[in-house]
Nanobody, 127 residues
Framework: QVQLVESGGGLVQAGGSLRLSCSVSGRTIRDYAMGWFRQAPGKEREFVAAISRNGDNTYYADSVKGRFTISRDNAKNTIYLQMNSLKPEDTALYYC????????????????????WGQGTQVTVSS
């Protein structure tokens, strides 16, 4: 059974930074393409960032490009989302997800293609 557990969320002032972590258990993350999504109150879940299975490629939503960085540490079975220059509109519950079917350097931004999801970690950015 694959489990994903997010951590690192919290309350931060606008302009600040946070680093989210997603620890995976049950299987090596080398077998997965990975991604981050978020959902704000009253809004639909949206794509944030993705990294390919081999780690060679990343892809970002326009709203976070240049501010957020996704990375993976296969030795620690963990992925990260470094979030800088945070804005109040970044406030949301952030989820990590794993896709077991997409291989190589392909990045996956469609939520429906992900197989496993974490429970989320709350990020709140005050103005």
């Amino acid at each position: 059974q694959v489990q994903l557990v997010e951590s690192g969320g919290g309350l931060v002032q606008a302009g600040g930074s946070l680093r989210l972590s997603c620890s995976v258990s049950g299987r090596t993350i080398r077998d997965y393409a990975m991604g981050w999504f978020r959902q704000a109150p009253g809004k639909e879940r949206e794509f944030v960032a993705a990294i390919s299975r081999n780690g060679d490629n990343t892809y970002y939503a326009d709203s976070v490009k240049g501010r957020f960085t996704i990375s993976r540490d296969n030795a620690k079975n963990t992925i990260y989302l470094q979030m800088n220059s945070l804005k109040p509109e970044d406030t949301a519950l952030y989820y990590c997800a794993a896709d077991r079917r997409t291989s190589g350097g392909i990045v996956v931004w469609q939520a429906k293609l992900y197989d496993y999801w974490g429970q989320g970690t709350q990020v709140t950015v005050s103005s």
